[in-house]
């Protein structure tokens, strides 16, 4: 059996941050995790890489074409489109080793898990070559102290989660920048109570606050269910370059 981790999240969220921690991680502890690069703007890094998507398509190459006049979003998801026909490439970097722990660094553009086909196709891909898969979402923890932060990160988290259909994990990434105070305010966020966080904003007292507000109160009712259950993590470890 072979198992991976797709390393998803809004640009600059740490994901190539996380996956040079996690592969420093497996030395330490004497595992071997491998980390595939399928960012094709990437610049730089800091893990050893296994395979890195540039050697087949590289951003600067679209974006520079003179036919296919593409800007750097355009030519992101045209990149990755390329990527999804030659998905045999992978295979041949990737080879037929047994018992391999593999770390996808994927691109920031949020479109790609929230409603564009490739990375869903990758996941099918990746299963019927055995592995087992799981997405590992790494959030900014700067942008979720507020509620309307949270609530969008929260959203953006389960629309990734629901067009995956992978096991799901969020990573609180930066903790280590927050001050004392604020630590402490991010752990409402962890388990959170609905009404509580609503709290938050009862005393402004504006028109648009009050539309929004409603608004706000039926999104989180739908958090409350069941179906779309979060689990956020707190990684103050990893983020402190414990781990
Ligand atoms: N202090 C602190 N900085 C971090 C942490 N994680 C990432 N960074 C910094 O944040 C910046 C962006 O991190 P990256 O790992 O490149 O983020 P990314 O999500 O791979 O970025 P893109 O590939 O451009 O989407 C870098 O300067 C990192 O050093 C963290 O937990 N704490």
């Known amino acids: 059996m072979r198992y991976a981790q797709l390393v998803i999240g809004p640009a600059g969220s740490g994901k190539s941050t996380y996956c040079s921690t996690i592969q420093k991680h497996g030395e330490a502890t004497r595992r071997s995790i491998h980390v595939v690069n399928l960012d094709p703007a990437a ?7 296994l395979a890195d998507i540039r050697e087949l398509i590289h951003l600067d190459d679209v974006v520079e074409d003179e036919d296919l006049h593409f800007g750097p979003n355009g030519g992101l998801v045209f990149c990755m489109e390329y990527f999804a026909q030659n998905f045999d490439w992978l295979q041949e970097q990737l080879g037929d080793g047994d018992d391999d722990y593999i770390l996808f660094d994927c691109p920031g553009q949020i479109e790609l898990y929230t409603h564009l086909p490739v990375m869903r196709q990758l996941v099918d891909c990746l299963q019927s070559w055995d592995f087992r898969v799981c997405s590992v979402f790494l959030l900014d923890a700067q942008f979720l102290v507020q509620t309307s932060k949270y609530f969008s990160g929260v ?22 920048l927050l001050s004392k105070s604020t630590k402490q305010e991010l752990e409402k966020y962890l388990d ?52």
């Open 43 to 49: 610049e730089q890094f800091q893990y050893n890489v």
């Open 192 to 243: 959170p109570d609905v009404s509580q966080l609503l709290g938050v904003h009862e005393d402004e007292d504006t028109h648009w606050h009050e539309r929004f507000y409603k608004l706000s109160r039926a999104i989180a009712n739908l958090m409350k269910t069941p179906l779309v259950m979060f689990y956020m993590q707190l990684t103050t470890q990893y983020s402190m370059g414990k781990i």
């Open 155 to 176: 959203l953006v988290a389960l629309s990734t989660m629901v067009n995956l259909e992978l096991p799901h994990i969020n990573v609180l990434s930066k903790v280590d």
